[in-house]
């Protein structure tokens, strides 16, 4: 049975094989027996040159991938659905099915068909699943993107409402960690990760309130039973994989994280079928060490993806210079999780600074990282057995580059030196890699190398003595081939005559119909033995022709027997090094991310933030990273922008109580700040932003928060100075989206997400609220914007943007000690509106929303009366007054000329402006009433 991306998945436990009818062929019997060991798969049953696919499967994956459905024989009295695909073609229809929700069970032939048919005529030959290839546990280069992580991710839960441990793995790179998680912060831990695959028990996933929280993951869910939570297996199967008597050298782990761990680590074997990756000793990691991110956020500042879904436009594509697919993905992940202890991101941006200096440096480092291959995931496919030449290739060519980039360090100026800890960490791991190893598989391959080692050919000449040899006499035996070609065609006179090959007869004569007659008759019949008549051709063969065939079979299977025993060795000695390897491919992966860094810092203009321990939020001069990339396409300069909503005026002090001393080689002095030491100037942490659409505001409330996400991610930031107290938690409520396949309205979703930010939110926290109660009737959301911002400045107390039309809530700046009004500059000319991007102190007092529908392309029409609206509107004193002018307003009186201007003063207006009611006798009060008449009927 097939299985789709569904909200809950069926569970990959294999059943009881299927009845096999007793008039089932013996290939039938033995497809349905092994179908009935993976009956949640579809299941790919290798036949020659294809994989087939039959009954359900067949109807699934045919049309899942668009290919034709056929018949093959009859089961039970019905026919038996089948397609297949090419196997050697096959990773591109994997890759469809496994994007479309499916998991794949591939069945390989295990054994030789000449070893099936000494056991009879009729015997199958032996077959056997290889793999099971789901989302999380993919290997292939062609079904993996080589800048981004594919992790599998397992959930397991202490009691019914007990603790939860999330354990992740990419099986691709070796990549193994777990955590601790409440139910509270799932969300936000899954948005980070964005695994592939998620397993979860059944029980978690039947109870109230977690399916939303799983399916709102992205991941194709697996459900497994319970009992492939259990702690105490998982401890067992921990021990016995590391080969460790006790787990406490990793980490204390809790009874969940181990379940998590143990049920990761069960399911990579079951899909591998008992072969297992390269995993690196699992590594704990403390939800308090990154900055909390919830999918709203992650979604709203477009941190690895737009809304649309897509890369470009993204903050990611934007700052990402790296040159390696591995380099990729470790800036992927520092930019997924932000740190949040100031000296491990000190320590980052040192080496950020480093090579920001070094120049020359740098650009040797980034050439040499251009020629690095991946490293983790070749060693993966080599680990499950999956591996070829170029994977071994790849090893070598990792090896060389770390050796370059050694040596690039090594040869920095003196004036740059010493190199910063992170740097010296990095090439410490490289040099420790066994130089031999290196040597061997250099010396070893040949330049020229074939994707599977079956194919032969990939050792270079010299390496072995026996393979030359071999290899000669299995060239010389080719070259005799030539000859005897050249003999049988001067001695029967048939110029035509070749010496052909293929898999079934091996080497055979060849001649036209014609010339075949000939050779059936005597003297020729007693030399030459007929094999076979085609209708453009007759095939022949000689016993001297038998025997040198024979040998060069056996030259050119011993040549490929012995190559594949070098390989064997060459894997075995690369795999005994799989720890040593596997730190170079991280220090490669971190060297890549660093020179990246630090060539956007050049490149962008980029300054060291500095970051301590402190509340303090200061920016000088901010611009957002993707806007200003994206104008500077188009040659547009991006007008930056200041912020502060420092917290508190203890920055130094907190600098000093996290051991951090201000670098000083920072963008600009301290004392181009804000005053922080006058309680009259002093900060705010709240700041509310009023002003017109289009004139910035989401810009700049998105650019802090990623401003403050790269400081803490280990990058130089887009600004002229920065200040970051480390924030804890980030959260982002911007922009308007409905969530209909869940029943919520626009207005609902924005009431959700603000109610996971008043309820979370902290001191140490940066919040970012745009539009908070715009979605609903005008006093209703007032009510609830006043009470929000009244919220964030006394209970949670945390750093915050909230942007808002309603300017009633600019008043709250005279109640609240800690909240600043800013606005959106702005200048008006003849009529139309300048938006200058630039935030300043004060508070709008209007927002200028006709001029922006002006600027959209409303109609005339629509703007003119939209003015008299709004003017009206504006007259009125209170509710009840407001409504009766509205009641008075003439919805059906003539429009204003489209083509007039907003601000043109009309005839009718300027004879009322130069009247004088009390000089006006009855007689030429008439008279102006008609003479107004006639002007309104000509349009003025």
């Avoid at 887009?718 to 959260?731: C, Y």
């Avoid at 001191?763 to 539009?771: G, Q, Y």
Wanted: aromatic share 4%; with cysteine.
């Amino acid at each position: 049975m097939s299985e789709r991306a569904t909200p809950f998945a069926h569970r990959n436990e294999p059943s009881a094989p299927p009845a096999i009818p007793a008039e089932a062929t013996p290939m039938m019997a033995q497809y349905l027996e092994i179908k009935g060991q993976w009956p949640d798969a579809l299941l790919f049953y290798r036949m020659g040159d294809f994989y087939e696919l039959f009954f359900e499967d067949a109807v699934a994956a045919a049309g899942a991938l668009d290919i034709a459905l056929t018949k093959r024989g009859k089961h039970l009295g019905n026919d038996i659905p089948m397609c297949g695909v090419p196997v050697h073609s096959h990773e591109a229809y994997l890759e469809r099915l496994i994007r479309k929700g499916f998991k794949v069970a591939v069945c390989e032939q295990v054994e030789d068909p000449s070893e099936a048919k000494k056991r009879g005529a009729k015997s199958v030959v032996a077959r056997a699943v290889q793999r099971l290839v789901t989302p999380g546990t993919l290997t292939e280069d062609t079904l993996l993107d080589a800048r981004a992580h594919n992790y599998l991710a397992a959930l397991a839960r202490v009691g019914s409402e007990g603790e939860l441990g999330l354990a992740w793995a990419d099986v691709s790179t070796g990549e193994f960690a777990v955590t601790g998680v409440s139910r509270s912060g799932l969300g936000a831990e899954l948005a980070r990760l964005s695994p592939g695959e998620l397993l979860v028990s059944e029980g978690f996933a039947a109870d109230e309130g977690n399916g939303e929280i799983l399916a709102h993951s992205g991941a194709a869910l697996t459900l497994l039973p319970a009992a492939r939570f259990d702690s105490g297996n998982a401890e067992r199967r921990l021990k016995d994989h590391f080969a460790v008597a006790a787990l406490d050298g990793f980490g204390a782990f809790s009874r969940a994280e181990l379940g998590a761990m143990g049920a990761l680590l069960d399911y990579v074997e079951l899909t591998q079928v008992g072969r297992m990756p390269a995993l690196a000793a699992p590594r704990r990691v403390a939800t308090a060490e990154t900055m909390a991110i919830d999918a709203a956020t992650r979604a709203n500042l477009e941190l690895v993806r737009t809304l649309q879904g897509e890369t470009a436009g993204s903050l990611l594509a934007a700052i990402d210079r790296t040159v390696t697919g591995a380099g990729a993905r470790e800036l992927g992940s520092r930019l997924a999780a932000p740190l949040t202890d100031p000296q491990a991101i000190n320590r980052r941006l040192d080496a950020v600074d480093w090579l920001v200096e070094a120049r020359e440096v740098r650009r040797d480092l980034r050439s040499a990282l251009k020629s690095a291959p991946d490293i983790a995931r070749a060693l993966s496919r080599l680990s499950l057995g999956r591996g070829g030449p170029r994977d071994l290739a790849a090893i070598a060519g990792g090896l060389a580059a770390a050796h370059t980039l050694c040596g690039a360090l090594d040869a920095a100026p003196p004036s740059l030196l010493p190199l910063p800890d992170e740097i010296a960490r990095e090439c410490a791991a490289m040099a420790n890699v066994a130089a031999p190893l290196k040597e061997r598989l250099a010396a070893t391959l040949a330049e020229e190398l074939p994707l599977i080692a079956r194919d032969g050919g990939f050792i270079a000449k010299g390496a072995s003595a026996d393979l030359d040899e071999t290899r000669a006499l299995r060239d010389d035996a080719r070259k005799l081939i030539a000859g005897l070609q050249a003999k049988y065609a001067e001695e029967t006179g048939i110029s035509a005559l070749k010496v052909r090959h293929n898999n079934v007869l091996g080497y055979y004569i060849e001649v036209p119909p014609r010339h075949g007659e000939k050779l059936v008759q005597p003297p020729f019949s007693e030399t030459y033995i007929h094999r076979q008549t085609m209708a453009n051709a007759m095939r022949f063969t000689t016993t001297e022709l038998a025997g040198l065939a024979s040998r060069i079979a056996e030259a050119a299977g011993r040549a490929l027997e012995i190559e594949l025993a070098l390989f064997d060795e060459l894997v075995a000695a690369t795999l005994a090094e799989t720890s040593a390897l596997a730190r170079t491919a991280e220090a490669l992966a971190a060297l890549d991310v660093t020179a990246a860094l630090a060539e956007l810092a050049v490149e962008r203009r980029h300054v060291r933030p500095r970051v301590d321990g402190s509340l303090a939020f200061a920016i000088r001069g901010g611009r957002h990273p993707v806007v200003e990339a994206a104008l500077a396409k188009t040659g547009e300069q991006f007008v930056p922008n200041d912020c502060d909503l420092s917290a508190d005026n203890s920055a130094e002090q907190g600098a000093q109580r996290s051991g951090d001393e201000p670098d000083r080689r920072q963008s600009s002095s301290r004392s181009d700040m804000p005053d922080n030491d006058s309680r009259h100037d002093a900060p705010k942490s709240l700041w509310l932003l009023t002003g017109p659409n289009m004139a910035g505001k989401s810009t700049f409330l998105r650019q802090n928060a990623l401003i403050a996400i790269m400081a803490q991610m280990g990058a130089f930031v887009p600004a002229d100075e920065a200040h970051i107290g480390t924030v804890d938690r980030l959260f982002s409520r911007v922009g308007a989206a409905d969530d209909l396949a869940r029943g919520r309205s626009t207005f609902m979703v924005e009431m959700v997400e603000t109610a996971a930010i008043l309820n979370q939110a902290g001191p140490r926290s940066l919040v970012i609220l745009d539009e908070i109660g715009r979605g609903t009737a005008t006093f209703d959301g007032l009510s609830i914007a006043w009470a929000a911002v009244e919220h964030l400045h006394d209970v949670n107390r945390s750093r915050a943007l909230f942007a808002t039309h309603y300017h009633e809530l600019t008043v709250l700046a005279e109640k609240l000690e800690h909240l600043a009004n800013a606005t959106m500059k702005v200048k008006e000319w003849k009529g139309d509106v300048v938006f200058l991007h630039e935030v300043g102190p004060g508070a709008a007092d209007r927002s200028y929303g006709i001029q922006v529908a002006k600027l959209a392309g409303l109609p005339p029409a629509v703007i003119a009366r939209a003015q008299s609206v709004l003017s009206a509107l504006e007259k009125g004193n209170d509710r009840e007054a407001r409504a009766k002018l509205i009641d008075d307003l003439p919805l059906f009186s003539a429009t204003a000329r489209p083509d007039a201007p907003l601000t043109e003063e009309s005839a009718v207006e300027t004879e009322l402006k130069n009247l004088n009611p009390d000089e006006l006798t009855p007689k030429e009060a008439l008279d102006l009433i008609y003479r107004l008449r006639g002007l309104m009927k000509d349009g003025g």
